[in-house]
Nanobody, 122 residues
Framework: QVQLVESGGGLVQAGGSLRLSCAAP????????MGWYRQSPGKQRELVAE???????NYAGSVKGRFTISRDNAKNTVYLQMNSLKPEDTAVYYC????????????????WGQGTQVTVFS
């Protein structure tokens, strides 16, 4: 069972900042897209931001200019810097990795983190 390890969620006042991290284990040897999604009660999971191995990024319109996604390929880690947080950013945030396992080189699989709660209060 491949586990992505997320950290960095928490409780923050509106206007504040948080940084999320997500590390994929070393058994995943080739990662194309790494991303962050979020889900709030009663809503579907939605894309927040994603980044390719080459550094191309894509953001949801609601977070553009406030959130920054980055990755460290050597560490199999993706980050989400969240600034100017708003109450509507409150959700469980999940990281997602599309990658190749060393023991299954012919298959690209999708992996999800366990989720980390972000709560923004006004």
């Amino acid at each position: 069972q491949v586990q992505l390890v997320e950290s960095g969620g928490g409780l923050v006042q509106a206007g504040g900042s948080l940084r999320l991290s997500c590390a994929a284990p070393g058994i995943i040897v080739s990662i194309n897209v790494m991303g962050w999604y979020r889900q709030s009660p009663g809503k579907q999971r939605e894309l927040v931001a994603e980044v390719t191995r080459g550094g191309t990024t894509n953001y949801a319109g609601s977070v553009k200019g406030r959130f920054t996604i980055s990755r460290d390929n050597a560490k199999n880690t993706v980050y989400l810097q969240m600034n100017s947080l708003k109450p509507e950013d409150t959700a469980v945030y999940y990281c997602k990795v599309d990658g190749v396992r060393a023991d299954r080189p012919m298959s690209v699989d999708r992996y999800w983190g366990q989720g980390t709660q972000v709560t923004v209060f006004s």
